[in-house]
């Protein structure tokens, strides 16, 4: 039985939950089981939420016994990548400045779910405050990839992504501020989502880069993201960068054809230094999509070149001004220090790991006086005609495809020693948050050697409908979804 369970996607769980043909408690009690078995060797999460997650299950079936009205996940198990706020829960962005923080309130997404009826099964790993590409960077562990455990997950979200591929989780939340949903969703084999900035609340997401940040989900399926994405998504009012503009059905827009829909195909991104077999991926992705009616044409991204420099400005800037506050007086760790200034000193140099003090460094030179307009100031600049550049794009076509990384998953530790090459790894995911539009990975094959590799969907901004449909047309024309690592 416990097979059957996590074989469902989660809307079938959901479906079969309300039916009463299995109870939220049996299907957490498998997905307990699967991370008892798993979690040893893949370690995706931070925090296994046993008790609670058997508590709201025993609510949820009760709630459906009684006749009650009830969410379209209700009682669906779901990770949640630990920089996402639950009352009572701790949450530690993977960091030893925050390891023993337990949060006071929940975070705007955490109080959709919970008022839908999903689950929380655990929190799950990360780079540290989300800064990496590979989970690395974690101040507790390094997650593997489900698919071959000598390989990273991606980052930052590789916990959420991992999860999900291992089938220790049928859904999961990440974060992505440069590809951090996107890129491990790759790398694992699994759907992963950045919805258009505004579009989901960040009000009880710890901050990275706040104007790049933004909450969205992974999944086994189209269909599931299209579902979670729905539950998560609409104004708050507690957030002043959410845009109050009307959140679609999803899920009532996936079947409609893609004829006449309008691919365009950046130059820009079909480089050299492209791994062949993910370029050859792609583009076979491209004729299935081709033979199901949509056109292809060639587009160009001009400023794309410039993106990763412009991302390493304006990102680790807003995180120097974010973290802060982790100073030893408010909340968190300290250290203790003969004077003011010599805690702050040891809680931030012991507190923060090796990539969180080079993000911080960077960004507070970018923003000194004398140095502010000839890096911040220029890179905003630069930022809005990357902006400008999906904006004329968009006038010829509705969707753009893109390989979502370069490269397929590389060993843990192959680039631990040289940050460039690993910043690198989200050279085809950046743009998309610097130009606040949304994107999807899909899986759209696999390397010789059993890696997965993804396919990215961008759309305009707020129409996540089109890359959602473009992308569960192509999923439901091949079988790559349907592979699970044998972890």
Not at 201 to 209: H, P, Q, T, V
């Amino acid at each position: 039985m416990e097979n059957n369970i996590l074989n469902f996607t989660a809307v079938q769980l959901a479906n079969k939950i309300k039916a009463k043909e299995l109870s939220s408690v049996e299907a957490v009690k498998a997905y307990l089981g699967r991370i008892e078995k798993t979690e040893p060797k893949v370690k995706a999460f931070v925090t296994v939420l046993e008790e609670q997650a058997l508590k709201q299950a025993k609510d949820v079936d009760e709630k459906i016994s009684k006749g009650k009205a009830v969410g379209e996940l209700a009682g669906v198990p779901i990770a949640i990548k630990d920089n996402m706020l639950i009352t009572g829960t701790p949450c530690t962005c993977s960091s030893k400045i925050l390891k023993n923080y337990v949060s006071p309130y929940d975070a705007a997404v955490i109080e959709k779910l919970k008022k839908q009826d999903l689950v929380f099964i655990g929190k799950t790993n990360l780079d540290e405050f989300a800064m990496g590409s590979s989970t690395e960077n974690s101040a507790f562990c390094t997650t593997k990839n489900p698919w071959n455990l000598e390989c990273i997950p991606g980052g930052s979200s590789g916990g959420s992504a991992a999860s999900v591929s291992s089938r220790m989780a049928p859904i999961a939340l990440g974060s992505d501020t440069g590809g951090s949903i996107r890129q491990p969703a790759s790398c694992c084999g699994v759907v992963g989502m950045k919805p258009t900035y505004g579009r989901v609340s960040r009000y009880g997401l710890i901050a990275f880069a706040s104007s790049l940040d933004q909450i969205g989900p992974f999944s086994r399926t189209i269909e599931d993201s299209a579902m979670l994405l729905k539950t998560i998504s609409g104004y708050d009012a507690k957030d002043s960068t959410s845009v109050d503009v009307p959140v679609p059905d999803y899920n009532a827009e996936l079947k409609k054809d893609l004829k006449g829909l309008r691919i365009g195909l950046p130059r820009e991104y079909f480089i050299k230094g492209l791994d062949k077999e993910v370029e050859q991926s792609v583009k076979n992705a491209i004729k299935v999509l081709e033979n199901l009616g949509a056109k292809t044409e060639e587009i160009t991204l001009p400023y794309t070149e410039y993106a990763v420099a412009v991302y390493y400005i304006i990102a680790p800037s807003e995180a120097s001004a974010n973290l802060a506050r982790y100073d030893g007086v408010k909340f968190g760790f300290r250290a203790h220090g003969e004077d003011l200034l010599e805690m702050y000193e040891k809680t931030r140099g012991r507190g923060f790991g090796a990539e969180v003090k080079r993000r911080i460094m960077l960004g507070t030179y970018s923003l000194s006086s004398g140095y502010y307009e000839a890096y911040y100031g220029k890179a905003q600049k630069v930022r809005t005609l990357i902006r400008r550049d999906f904006e004329e794009a968009f006038k010829k076509v509705d969707v753009i495809l893109t390989p979502t990384a370069p490269t397929p998953a590389f060993k843990i530790g192959d680039k631990a020693d040289d940050p460039l090459q690993m910043y690198l790894s989200d050279i085809f995911t950046i743009s998309c948050n610097l130009a606040g539009i949304p994107g999807i990975s899909v899986p759209c094959g696999f390397t010789s050697n059993g890696l997965p590799v993804g396919l990215q969907v961008l759309g305009k901004p707020f129409k996540e409908e089109d890359i959602l449909k473009t992308a569960y047309h192509y999923e439901k024309n091949t079988e790559w979804h349907k592979r699970y690592p044998e972890v």
